[in-house]
């Protein structure tokens, strides 16, 4: 039976968001064992500039669309300058655009109504990566696709990686054959990148 993975999709920025917030929350976790005055303090700074993170990331999306969370997976939400955005390990939040960084940060700082964030390069926009999504969605969901095509066979997953600014398609094995059909059959763009791992098991 064939499993439509855009359901995982509306998620995708609020995990990419919070990966580094997990990984800062550990190293907090550990910190607070044998707490200085130091550590503590940083911790605080840190959780406070998560929380502003996340209210520029959600002031952001706004002003992308009122209705963006309905339309997370959408292409059309994003302009063409943006790439995606995170929180890094220091809290900062993160916002990756493909064209003039310093326009674009007078831009986002507009937007943000603050300039307290940082601003990276990256090649390819998020509309871009979305729409290479809806095309192995569209290809997941095709009744006319036997089972045994070499991708549906091994397909474990795909999502937008802002960090590396690519779409990861996770396949069960990785060989010539599978990632062949893949580039034949679905999509060929030089922002996919493959990696080998397990089907996530619902419960």
Not at 10 to 18: D, E, I, K, M, N
Not at 55 to 68: N, P, Q
Not at 135 to 149: G, N, Q, W, Y
Request: proline letters at 4%; aromatic letters at 10%.
């Amino acid at each position: 039976m064939k499993t439509n993975y855009r359901s995982i999709l509306p998620l995708a920025v609020t995990t990419f968001l919070l990966i580094a917030c997990g990984q800062q929350k550990r190293d907090t976790a550990t910190a607070t064992s044998h707490p200085t005055d130091s550590t503590t303090l940083a911790a605080i700074t840190t959780a406070e500039k998560e929380k502003q993170a996340l209210l520029y990331h959600e002031k952001l999306m706004a002003h992308f669309g009122a209705d963006w969370i309905e339309r997370e997976s959408d292409p059309d939400l994003y302009p063409d300058y943006y790439g995606g955005s995170f929180i890094d390990n220091s809290g900062n939040f993160v916002v990756a655009v493909t064209s003039d960084m310093e326009a674009n940060r007078q831009r986002l700082a507009t937007i943000l109504g603050g300039d307290d964030f940082k601003i990276e390069r990256v090649t390819y926009s998020y509309r871009q990566m979305m729409q290479v999504m809806d095309r192995i969605d569209a290809f997941l969901v095709d009744s006319s696709m036997a089972e045994e095509h070499p991708v549906m066979a091994h397909f474990a997953g795909a999502y937008p990686d802002v960090m590396e600014n690519r779409v990861k398609v996770i396949l069960t094995e990785v060989n010539s054959e599978i990632t062949g059909s893949f580039k034949r059959d679905i999509s060929g763009s030089p922002m996919i990148l493959f990696e080998k791992g397990e089907i996530p098991q619902l419960y």
